[in-house]
Each structure stands twice: as structure tokens, then as C-alpha cells.
């Protein structure tokens, strides 16, 4: 099994920066594609951003295109989420997922998942 732990959540005011990591263990993180997903309270958990196994492509939601960058450390087993410009709306538990196969932009395709950090944007 593979261990995925996120770190990094708080509060921020909005358009402010928060900077997510996820650690990985139990397994070669550079072999699976990694993504990030976030729920709010009473909302269905969704799709916010994935980078392709070793790091060659990233994809990301519509609604934090240009404010979010995902990225991952091989050498460490960890990717992070560098969350600019935040807005009240992105207030939700945020987390980490891990899959061998597909887009990675589902919920359905990621067998792994961490226990979520809260990250509240305050207006």
C-alpha cells in the first residue's frame, strides 16, 4: 500500500498563498501519476490538478487555472500544490491521491488517497 500524507493547510486571507505537500511512502512515487483533489463542506470531492507520473504533463481545473501550480521532488517522494491568489471559494479539505493508470483527473481512477489538510480563505 502506499502511505500519502498532506501537509500545509491553514488559513489565509484572500489573494493570499498557501504552499501544499503531499509525502508519499510505501512505494516509487515518480511511477504514479499524482493528483490533487479538494471538498468542500456538503460538496462532492473534485478534481483541482494532476501531474503525469514522472512530471512531464499537468492538467488543471478550470477554476484554478493560473492561480495553482503543481509540482513533485522525485528525489523525495513528495508533490506539492502552490495555491496563489486564493479566493473564499477555494476553502475545502485538499487532498492527495496516486494512480497508475489514467488521466488522473477523476476520482474514480486513484486507488491511494491521504487524509486531506483544511485550507480556509477568508474574504
Known amino acids: 500500500q502506499v502511505q500519502l500524507v498532506e501537509s500545509g493547510g491553514g488559513l489565509v486571507q484572500a489573494g493570499g498563498s498557501l504552499r501544499l505537500s503531499c509525502a508519499a511512502s510505501?512505494?516509487?512515487?515518480?511511477?504514479?501519476?499524482m493528483g490533487w483533489f479538494r471538498q468542500a463542506p456538503g460538496k462532492e470531492r473534485v478534481f483541482v490538478a494532476v501531474?503525469?507520473?514522472?512530471?512531464?504533463?499537468?492538467f488543471y481545473a478550470d477554476s484554478v487555472k493560473g492561480r495553482f501550480t503543481i509540482s513533485r521532488d522525485n528525489a523525495k517522494n513528495t508533490v506539492d500544490l502552490q495555491m496563489n491568489s486564493l479566493k473564499p471559494e477555494d476553502t475545502a479539505v485538499y487532498y492527495c491521491?496516486?494512480?497508475?493508470?489514467?488521466?488522473?483527473?477523476?476520482?474514480?481512477?486513484?486507488?491511494?488517497w491521504g487524509q486531506g489538510t483544511q485550507v480556509t480563505v477568508s474574504s
Open positions: 501531474i503525469i507520473r514522472s512530471g512531464g504533463s499537468t
Open positions: 510505501g512505494g516509487t512515487s515518480s511511477s504514479y501519476t
Open positions: 491521491a496516486a494512480t497508475l493508470a489514467g488521466l488522473g483527473t477523476r476520482r474514480y481512477e486513484y486507488k491511494y
